[in-house]
């Protein structure tokens, strides 16, 4: 890298955003050093990769078993790694106050990890085998939510010793979130459906069909009205989840990006406007869409491996993806996005 008046410039991510010109060279829309930043320091595949909610920091995770957690201004220094899982870490999420990350593993487990203190101050077990997602919930008493290869979800109290509900499901369990209040949770798995559990019944009320393979992520809408599937059917789907909506509850289908043979498990996220939404990739781009147009905003190039997961920024105009290129992007989007 180098600077061109003033500004550092990085050249290996040049590419990925367009250049809009004024008098003055770049029409910047964000407070980031340069439009594109590129962090480097995993030693194995990125998986998962979220804002803080203040948007200041941001966390990642993967192959490597580390949780990494990085500026997101400046030069986007990381400013602090967390050990502890003895299996790579499959998804990650910050609580709503921003105080805990929340980790999922193969090694069976989750964990809370405490950011002021730097350490795990909870080890969740009970699932049989790999954990492949988890949520916390937005509002109220702190819960957690788990899916996993044993075919279970799993609801945690974590300020509660063996305080846990068990919710069987009959094939394995991918991608879990809860609703707005959390009084649900929302599944998808290689059975290809998007389930809707009561936790008053333990039992699903609502079975939304439509994708044709596994469903590899799930993203709540801002308003909590919706939720975001993705599928390795290449497509991606917006399901209306208020209590009385219409029977066709697929609202949009997205299309363009791409699983494989890898079979990653690709998350997908909204904006905090709701207006875009985003989703991971094996063909090594990033995808914005539209949420009303369901037209492609954008088709984003720089990495060089699956995008597995993205996130957009609380309060700025800004996407970060992570990828199996063990490389991070944070690239602010254009004015007309």
């Not at 995993?42 to 979220?50: A, N, R």
């Not at 899916?147 to 394995?172: A, E, F």
């Not at 991608?175 to 649900?184: I, L, P, R």
């Not at 993705?230 to 208020?242: A, C, E, F, G, V």
Request: with cysteine; charged share 20%; proline share 4%.
């Amino acid at each position: 890298m180098r600077k061109v008046n003033g500004e550092v410039v990085v050249y290996e991510a040049q590419s990925i955003t367009p250049s809009i010109k004024s008098d003055d060279g770049i029409a910047r829309t964000s407070n980031l050093m340069a439009p594109i930043m590129m962090l480097e320091g995993h030693p194995g595949e990125i998986y998962s990769v979220k804002f803080h909610p203040e948007g200041r920091h941001l966390a990642s995770a993967g192959y490597d078993r580390q949780i990494f957690v990085w500026n997101v201004y400046g030069e986007c220094e990381n400013i602090g790694t967390l050990s502890g899982h003895t299996g790579a870490i499959m998804e990650l999420h910050f609580s709503t106050d921003g105080n805990y990350i929340f980790t999922c593993s193969t090694d069976s487990t989750l964990g809370m990890w405490d950011l002021e203190k730097g350490q795990r101050v909870k080890k969740l077990k009970g699932h049989g085998s790999f954990v492949n997602s988890c949520h916390a919930g937005r509002r109220g008493p702190l819960k957690i939510c788990s899916g996993s290869d044993d075919c279970t979800i799993k609801v945690w109290d974590p300020r509660v010793r063996n305080q846990v509900t068990t919710l069987n499901n009959t094939y394995q369990v991918i991608a879990v979130s809860f609703n707005d209040t959390a009084e649900y949770v929302i599944s998808g798995g290689i059975d290809n459906d998007v389930k809707i559990w009561d936790l008053r019944k333990n039992s699903p009320y609502l079975k939304l069909r439509g994708h044709v393979d596994t469903v590899t992520g799930l993203s709540l809408s801002p308003d909590g009205s919706y939720v975001l599937s993705n599928s390795m059917d290449n497509t991606l789907r917006i399901w209306d989840i208020k209590p009385y909506a219409p029977v066709d509850r697929c609202v949009k289908v997205f299309n363009g990006h791409q699983h494989n043979f890898e079979k990653n498990l690709l998350r997908c996220a909204w904006s905090s406007d709701g207006q875009k939404v985003s989703a991971g990739s094996a063909d090594r781009f990033l995808y914005i869409w539209d949420t009303t147009s369901r037209r492609i905003l954008y088709k984003l190039p720089g990495h060089n491996g699956s995008i597995n997961d993205v996130d957009f920024h609380p309060t700025e105009p800004i996407i970060v993806s992570a990828s199996s290129d063990k490389i991070i992007y944070i690239g602010e989007l254009p004015k007309y996005m």
